[in-house]
C-alpha cells in the first residue's frame, strides 16, 4: 500500500518532527491541528503574559482558525472538508468551551456529518485551548 507525507504551505508550522498529514491508500491521517497561524507563533484569540502564560483567550477565534488549518491541510492532500469521516477534539477547557465550540462544529459540519470524541486535556504542547485529530477519505 502506498504512502505520502503531506506538508502543507497553508498551515502552521508543526512544532516537532511529523508531517500535517500521511496519505495510506486513500485515507488521509492529519497529526494535531491547532489554531497557530503559519509563519508566526501568533494565535488567533489569545492574549499571553511576558512568561508566555495565557492571560485571555477567545476560543470561538481558536476554534474557526484550527477548523481554517484543518481545511488547508485536507485540501493541499488533494481531499475536500466534506471527505471528512473522524474527528478527535481536544479541549483544555469543556467546562467552559465546549457549548461554543460545539455551536461552531455543527456550524462547519451541517453537510457533512464525520465521527467525533471530544476529550478534555490538561494541557496541550504550545498555549491554545483545541486541538483537531482528523481522518479524510482521500481519492
Same mark, same amino acid.
Given at each position: 500500500?502506498?504512502?505520502? !507525507?503531506?506538508? =502543507?504551505?497553508?498551515? $502552521?508550522?508543526?512544532? &516537532? ?8 491508500g +486513500?485515507? !488521509?491521517?492529519? =497529526?494535531?491541528?491547532? $489554531?497557530?497561524?503559519? &509563519? ?8 499571553? +503574559? ?51 465550540y ?16 471530544t ?21
Amino acid at each position: 500500500m502506498s504512502q505520502e !507525507l503531506i506538508n =502543507s504551505s497553508k498551515a $502552521p508550522e508543526p512544532v &516537532g518532527l511529523y508531517p500535517h498529514a500521511r496519505r495510506v491508500g +486513500n485515507l !488521509l491521517f492529519l =497529526s494535531g491541528v491547532g $489554531p497557530r497561524e503559519r &509563519g508566526t507563533k501568533k494565535i488567533p484569540g489569545v492574549e499571553l +503574559n511576558d512568561a508566555g502564560e495565557i492571560v485571555s483567550y477567545d476560543i470561538e477565534a481558536q476554534c474557526r482558525s484550527v477548523f481554517q488549518n484543518v481545511r488547508y491541510i485536507v485540501e493541499e492532500a488533494g481531499s475536500s472538508w466534506e471527505q471528512i469521516v473522524d474527528v478527535t477534539v481536544y479541549l483544555t477547557n469543556m467546562k467552559d468551551d465546549f457549548a461554543t465550540y460545539n455551536r461552531l462544529y455543527a456550524e462547519y459540519f451541517a453537510d457533512n456529518q464525520p465521527c467525533r470524541t471530544t476529550l478534555e486535556i490538561n494541557c496541550l504542547p504550545t498555549p491554545i485551548a483545541i486541538e483537531l485529530k482528523v481522518i479524510a477519505m482521500c481519492p
